[in-house]
């Protein structure tokens, strides 16, 4: 069946930096487009990045636009979101989507110091 496994989350400061990454496994990976929401305490989930089948389109919210880099290597089968100049404001649980309409179980990202 189809897993979005998603790793890399925890605490950093601001200012700091965390990769996330995406494992999937049950579908055909290559041939999927990709994205990462996240969802904030009392919001609502919202897109922060997505990434078409081959890597090469990107589309980033203007809110992490030019700290933010969606990245995937089809032959791992995994997806990644480097997240740079952390801010608190993007503490958030962080979820992995799958443009077939799957998604992963989502990881704690806190920024504070």
């Known amino acids: 069946q189809v897993q979005l496994v998603e790793s890399g989350g925890g605490l950093v400061q601001p200012g700091g930096s965390l990769r996330l990454s995406c494992a999937a496994s049950g579908f055909t990976f290559s041939a999927t487009a990709m994205r990462w929401y996240r969802q904030a305490p009392g919001k609502e989930r919202e897109l922060v990045a997505s990434?078409?089948?081959?890597?090469?389109?990107?589309n980033y919210a203007d809110s992490v636009k030019g700290r933010f880099t969606i990245s995937r290597d089809n032959y791992k089968n995994t997806v990644y979101l480097q997240m740079n100049s952390l801010k608190p404001e993007d503490t958030a649980v962080y979820y992995c989507?799958?443009?077939?309409?799957?998604w992963g179980q989502g990881t704690q990202v806190t920024v504070s110091s």
């Open positions: 989507y799958a443009a077939r309409g799957s």
């Open positions: 990434i078409t089948s081959t890597g090469g389109y990107t």
